[in-house]
């Protein structure tokens, strides 16, 4: 299942999104995942993007977090990675879990 965090932060981005009827469908399809008593928040979408272009979300976020004061504590060089890689993926599994049998 979704932590409730996870649940409450749900954002649709890019073109597919843009189908109509897609935001239902993922909605009806995320639901199962989140625990009963958890909150699913879902923005974006075909029918509640308002002005917004979904297509640009994704290029948007990462250009603020680039831009952001905290993207040198963010940011990992391949020197870095290729120092020890093993701890590198256990930090990033930690930070980032997945959804079991989902990618």
Not at 5 to 22: H, K, R
Not at 35 to 54: A, K, M, Q, R, W
Request: hydrophobic share 40%; aromatic share 6%.
């Amino acid at each position: 299942t979704l932590s409730s965090s996870q649940s409450a932060n749900v954002v649709l981005c890019g073109g597919c999104c843009l189908f109509p009827g897609f935001a239902e469908r993922f909605v009806n399809e995320l639901r199962p995942m989140v625990n009963g008593e958890d909150v699913l928040h879902v923005t974006g979408g075909d029918d509640s993007i308002g002005s917004d272009d979904p297509v640009s979300f994704a290029w948007r976020g990462g250009s603020r977090v680039g831009a952001g004061d905290e993207f040198a504590r963010l940011a990992l060089t391949r020197d870095e990675y290729l120092e020890d890689p093993g701890a590198i993926l256990a930090k990033l599994e930690m930070h980032a879990p997945m959804v079991k049998g989902r990618m």
